[in-house]
């Protein structure tokens, strides 16, 4: 049976919730930081969250808006997403800081570290491979730009990207600045672009919700995952 429990920490100010999923067995296990969509914290992610904890992994579903800064509807969010999207650098202390809570639970094996987003998240952890030293890094239909690529050698994690094409929220061109960023970085990378699939396909709450497409994109999550053990 999973265990779960709410992790207390500040970060800048902002007190955040963040909810720490722990697979059935003791000792240390292979541990994902999950951050959420520009909606927050909420039920979809702390599903993908007991998913991921079922398969073996203890999760830190990240509060990273904060208890005082929660989206209560889509205009909302839009507000709290953005002071994160246009500075990139305090969404990559942000991001840090979750996964050093990550680290310091005594459930995380600390050498065995993914991280992975969805939307925002995908951005957010994108730009946490930029600057900090994971076995891998999963952007599921994420952000794909940054004001401050990578250079050769800096990322050290595999990095897996699921793309959507014509996707109004990452576009293409933004696509293409990702793969050069990642060549030009000389990154251990590899992205799936989709066709026929909208932003948002994972998330059961979006209109755009493709069940069939997003357990397929849930094997591919479970088999990286797994090569990364």
Same mark, same amino acid.
């Given at each position: 049976?999973?265990?779960?429990?709410?992790?207390?920490?500040?970060?800048?100010?902002?007190?955040?919730?963040?909810?720490?999923?722990?697979?059935?067995?003791?000792?240390?296990?292979?541990?994902?930081?999950?951050?959420?969509?520009?909606?927050?914290?909420?039920?979809?992610?702390?599903?993908?969250?007991?998913?991921?904890?079922?398969?073996?992994?203890?999760?830190?579903?990240?509060?990273?808006?904060?208890?005082?800064?929660?989206?209560?509807?889509?205009?909302?969010?839009?507000?709290?997403?953005?002071?994160?999207?246009?500075?990139?650098?305090?969404?990559?202390?942000?991001?840090?800081?979750?996964?050093?809570?990550? !680290?310091?639970?005594?459930? %995380?094996?600390?050498?065995? /570290?993914?991280? *992975? @987003?969805? =939307?925002?998240?995908?951005?957010?952890?994108?730009?946490?491979?930029?600057?900090?030293?994971?076995?891998?890094?999963?952007?599921?239909?994420?952000?794909?730009?940054?004001?401050?690529?990578?250079?050769?050698?800096?990322?050290?994690?595999?990095?897996?990207?699921?793309?959507?094409?014509?996707?109004?929220?990452?576009?293409?061109?933004?696509?293409?600045?990702?793969?050069?960023?990642?060549?030009?970085?000389?990154?251990?990378?590899?992205?799936?672009?989709?066709?026929?699939?909208?932003?948002?396909?994972?998330?059961?709450?979006?209109?755009?919700?493709?069940? !069939?497409?997003?357990?397929? %994109?849930?094997?591919?999550? /479970?088999?990286? *995952? @797994?090569? =990364?053990?």
């Amino acid at each position: 049976m999973l265990k779960e429990k709410i992790i207390t920490h500040t970060h800048q100010e902002d007190q955040l919730e963040s909810v720490l999923v722990i697979p059935n067995g003791s000792g240390r296990f292979p541990a994902v930081l999950l951050i959420h969509e520009y909606t927050g914290l909420n039920k979809v992610t702390l599903d993908h969250a007991r998913r991921l904890a079922n398969a073996g992994y203890v999760v830190l579903a990240a509060d990273f808006y904060g208890t005082s800064n929660r989206p209560k509807n889509i205009k909302e969010a839009q507000t709290a997403h953005k002071v994160f999207r246009s500075n990139r650098m305090l969404m990559r202390s942000r991001a840090k800081h979750c996964l050093e809570m990550l !680290i310091r639970q005594p459930e %995380t094996d600390s050498t065995q /570290l993914t991280a *992975l @987003g969805f =939307s925002f998240g995908g951005g957010a952890v994108l730009e946490l491979a930029r600057i900090c030293d994971l076995k891998q890094v999963i952007s599921i239909y994420g952000y794909l730009d940054t004001t401050h690529p990578a250079s050769s050698g800096q990322i050290k994690a595999k990095i897996f990207a699921v793309h959507v094409e014509n996707d109004p929220v990452v576009p293409e061109n933004h696509a293409q600045m990702f793969i050069k960023e990642m060549n030009d970085a000389k990154a251990d990378w590899s992205i799936k672009c989709l066709k026929n699939a909208k932003h948002g396909f994972m998330n059961s709450n979006d209109s755009a919700f493709d069940k !069939i497409l997003a357990e397929k %994109t849930w094997n591919m999550i /479970l088999k990286n *995952l @797994g090569q =990364s053990l």
